[in-house]
């Protein structure tokens, strides 16, 4: 595959605007030239940015994190336009990255230390975390800035270079974050931005320089890098779809729970991959838990996410995007399913779809095992714990779970048996620069953020030292 290969079926670099459905700017992609460019700064700074001491690397990133937050304003208003963020939201993600970066510039040298090993054969036997190279980092629109610091930061600490690719809707972004990597004191070429298309990705993979991918985006993109990956013998994390099962064993205030079983639903308007996508709940608290979230739809009437006013949502963030979740809901209710609220698609270019609640979701429909990237809640009916069970873990993916119950016991053993990556007990989900994030099945292999974070794209060399 090269880069002369069609890009009809590209959209091409461009900020559109969700909420008016209009091209506000268009950037070009990179020439071949730029991409060999790229490539070979990587590589260059690599030869001393590896070299650098980490206390050193360590101040850069801090530096970066810092930055982030000096800056959160003018990013924040960038990732509102670009993808449909709600203000206060977008604001939030700048800081979380501050958050992050702070974390490996302070525990990354702990954690990239020498571990000395127990050896029978005489000597002195240590296990040395080292950089391997330049990493290629193929992100999504969803947190424009979140995704790239998870994957950056730990990186970088380690010695490690990286290109970054971004989604082609996050042209602006992508940039600002480039901007803040050379403020911050980056070496040229220890972080490259570049605007490649489709069929470039699978050349910078390729070339031998690349010593792994990393890419956070859907199931049919990890396929697809996955393959390139494999054939050629390129380490890759792979972070992917989710449908996060959110299992209510019990309550004592089913509104209150409830509540945040719906906030969490529609945090980024529904649009994270490890959203509480399937609501379990015990069949005495069923009626009152989904009334809570109707009531909480029904409340709600499209905004400008730029004003981010109390009550409103926001749109997802492109049209096709809004299409396509319409479709997964019109499916399930024309075998049967019900829609208590939303599931509206507005008219026009817009990409606003009211937030809707659905129930008697079966497994002939798109919607049980399809994950639904946009602001519904469906929610499930079940008997017994082991019926909870069941459900939540009839599913391709395993990303994260939660279990709820007044007795932390009985929620425990359950969350136990999740087959997830991540799984929480009477929260929707544990988040901190420290807790390692990633899952297993169809959500993908490998581990961001925490001490796992610096242990993906290093050189775990063995060094032995004879008596």
């Not at 697809?224 to 054939?231: D, F, N, S, T």
Request: aromatic fraction near 8%; charged fraction near 25%; glycine fraction near 8%.
């Amino acid at each position: 595959m090269t880069s002369t290969a069609s890009t009809r079926d590209e959209p091409g670099y461009r900020v559109l605007n969700p909420a008016t459905g209009k091209v506000v700017e268009t950037f070009p992609t990179a020439t071949d030239e730029q991409v060999q460019e790229a490539l070979a700064a990587a590589q260059s700074a690599f030869e001393s940015w590896r070299e650098t001491p980490i206390e050193t690397r360590a101040k850069v990133v801090a530096r970066i994190g810092e930055l982030f937050t000096e800056r959160a304003e003018k990013l924040a208003a960038i990732i509102t336009e670009e993808m449909g963020k709600p203000l206060s939201e977008a604001k939030g993600e700048a800081e979380f990255c501050t958050d992050i970066f702070r974390y490996f510039a302070e525990e990354g040298p702990g954690l990239a230390a020498d571990t000395e090993i127990k050896t029978f054969a005489g000597g002195r036997a240590v296990v040395q975390k080292l950089p391997v190279g330049p990493l290629l980092g193929i992100m999504p629109w969803n947190y424009p800035y979140y995704q790239v610091a998870r994957f950056a930061a730990p990186n970088l600490m380690l010695g490690n270079t990286v290109i970054l690719k971004h989604a082609e809707s996050c042209p602006r972004s992508a940039l600002a974050i480039q901007e803040i990597m050379d403020d911050a004191g980056l070496p040229k070429g220890a972080y490259v931005n570049v605007f490649a298309s489709h069929a470039q990705i699978a050349d910078i993979i390729a070339d031998p320089r690349i010593q792994g991918v990393s890419l956070t985006g859907s199931e049919r993109a990890g396929a697809i890098i996955g393959e390139l990956a494999g054939k050629n013998l390129k380490k890759a994390v792979l972070e992917l779809g989710g449908s996060d099962p959110f299992v209510v064993l019990d309550s004592p205030d089913v509104r209150a729970l409830a509540d945040t079983a719906w906030e969490t639903r529609m945090e980024n308007t529904g649009q994270a991959c490890n959203s509480n996508k399937r609501m379990i709940v015990m069949e005495d608290i069923f009626d009152d838990f989904v009334a809570r979230l109707t009531e909480r739809a029904q409340r709600l009437t499209p905004g400008n996410p730029a004003d981010d006013a109390e009550g409103t949502f926001a749109p997802l963030s492109s049209r096709a995007a809004a299409e396509g979740l319409a479709a997964q809901v019109r499916d399930a209710v024309e075998k049967g399913a019900t829609l208590h609220a939303g599931g509206e698609l507005s008219d026009g270019d817009a990409a606003y779809f009211s937030p809707a609640v659905l129930t008697g979701v079966t497994p002939e429909m798109r919607a049980y095992k399809e994950e639904l990237f946009g602001p519904v809640a469906v929610v499930y009916k079940v008997a017994s714990d082991e019926d909870a069970l069941r459900l939540a873990n009839d599913t391709p993916y395993g990303l994260g779970g939660s279990v709820f119950s007044a007795d932390t016991a009985r929620a425990e053993r359950v969350a136990q048996r999740l087959e997830v990556g991540m799984a929480n007990v009477n929260l929707p989900s544990a988040e901190g620069a420290e807790i390692p994030f990633g899952g297993v099945k169809r959500s993908g292999f490998g581990r961001e953020l925490g001490p796992l974070g610096m242990d993906e794209f290093v050189n775990k060399r063995m060094y032995f030292v004879a008596d």
